[in-house]
T-cell receptor, first 116, second 117 residues
């Protein structure tokens, strides 16, 4: 697609429920990233995909968080047994494999998660 | 470890004033990229500039200019003749050497710029 698409844009859930957040990167972008932005905070790296592999999962805050990517395209971030501290905007970004676009992350609009 | 510091949490200026947003970084890499992103009230991050550590030339793009000084590990951003539409949160970021290239960005905490009419 023309840009990075994320869904849902807003999600309100109850503590203890599982949630899935979806990211559809720009077509042809092999690298995909998930970040988290809490209220008034900077952007916290969660996980990086190159194709379908995740060579860097160092930012996932706990084993309740997982992510996968299929077909080198769409990615899903899953949060199990959500807690109130998981409330944040989850941002997805993608970048092209080389050239002028290398390392330039294009971000989606984000998925705002509120855990009650 | 890599780190980006934006010491200014919030800045408020009156339209047409010039404003400089500071960014200081730490890295052990000899090659790296530096970035600025803008996050307007709508929320979507917008890429502004990428600078390779080999290139210390300052850059100007319209009312925006960037001053990269490797000696002080700083990459400051100046907006000349600010406008209300410049009101946003601005993030400075650092990524590791292209050779290892995960492309992961380390972001500063952001500076909220408010431009008043």
């Amino acid at each position: 697609g023309a840009g990075v698409s994320q869904s849902p844009s807003n999600k309100v859930t109850e503590k203890g429920k599982d949630v899935e957040l979806r990211c559809d990167p720009i077509s042809g972008h092999t690298a995909l990233y998930w970040y988290r932005q809490s209220l008034g905070q900077g952007l916290e790296f969660l996980i990086y995909f190159q194709g379908n592999s995740a060579p860097d999962k160092s930012g996932l805050p706990s084993d309740r968080f997982s992510a996968e990517r299929t077909g080198g395209s769409v990615s899903t971030l899953t949060i199990q047994r959500t807690q109130q501290e998981d409330s944040a905007v989850y941002l997805c970004a993608s970048s092209s494999p080389g050239g002028a676009g290398a390392n330039v992350l294009t971000f989606g609009a984000g998925s705002r998660l509120t855990v009650l | 470890a890599q780190k980006v510091t934006q010491a200014q949490t919030e800045i408020s200026v009156v339209e047409k004033e010039d404003v400089t947003l500071d960014c200081v970084y730490e890295t052990r890499d000899t090659t790296y990229y530096l970035f600025w992103y803008k996050q307007p009230p709508s929320g979507e991050l917008v890429f502004l500039i990428r600078r390779n550590s080999f290139d210390e030339q300052n850059e100007i793009s319209g009312r925006y200019s960037w001053n990269f000084q490797k000696s002080t590990s700083s990459f400051n951003f100046t907006i000349t003749a600010s406008q209300v539409v410049d009101s946003a949160v601005y993030f400075c970021a650092l990524s590791e050497a292209p050779a290892s290239n995960t492309g992961k960005l380390i972001f500063g905490q952001g500076t909220t710029l408010q431009v008043k009419p």
